[in-house]
């Protein structure tokens, strides 16, 4: 996956989560700034961590 792709999924999934959150009262929308930064870290780190554990189709055997 493209770097600007991903970058742009993680983006959307965090604004998302976020929305969610104030849409059933977890947040509210004042705290919008404070949870989205956190979330979008979170889901990031997640994301990053996760394409680096898994294997690349150089490190599978597998042709590409």
Not at 33 to 43: E, L, P, R
């Amino acid at each position: 996956m493209r770097r600007m792709d991903q970058d742009e999924q993680i983006l959307r999934a965090s604004k998302e989560i976020v929305v969610k959150f104030i849409e059933t009262g977890r947040i509210s929308p004042t705290g919008f700034s404070d949870a989205f930064k956190a979330i979008y870290q979170a889901v990031d780190e997640t994301v990053k961590q996760s394409a680096s554990t898994e294997p690349t189709d150089e490190n599978s055997g597998e042709a590409a």
